[in-house]
């Protein structure tokens, strides 16, 4: 597995680096897109996170 940022490949004894939840890419704080305090790798899997894979969603009906 790699141990190094996906954008600068900085490694993680550099620098702390966080796992994306959807495609587990390691990012370093500064190439992380952070939102609802979760650390993804891109605005791209921060969208798929939140918008869904179509499974498991949560129905919000609002009125
Ligand atoms: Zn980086
Ligand atoms: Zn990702």
Same mark, same amino acid.
């Given at each position: 597995m790699?141990?190094?940022c996906l954008v600068c490949g900085i490694s993680q004894a550099q &620098?702390?680096?966080g796992i994306c939840p959807v495609c587990y890419a390691r990012t370093c704080?500064?190439?992380a897109f952070r939102r609802?305090? &979760?650390h993804f790798c891109s605005e791209e899997c921060a969208a798929m996170?939140?918008?869904g894979t179509g499974e498991d969603e949560e129905e919000e009906t609002e009125q």
């Open positions: 790699r141990d190094a &620098k702390r680096l704080r500064d190439h609802s305090g &979760k996170f939140f918008y």
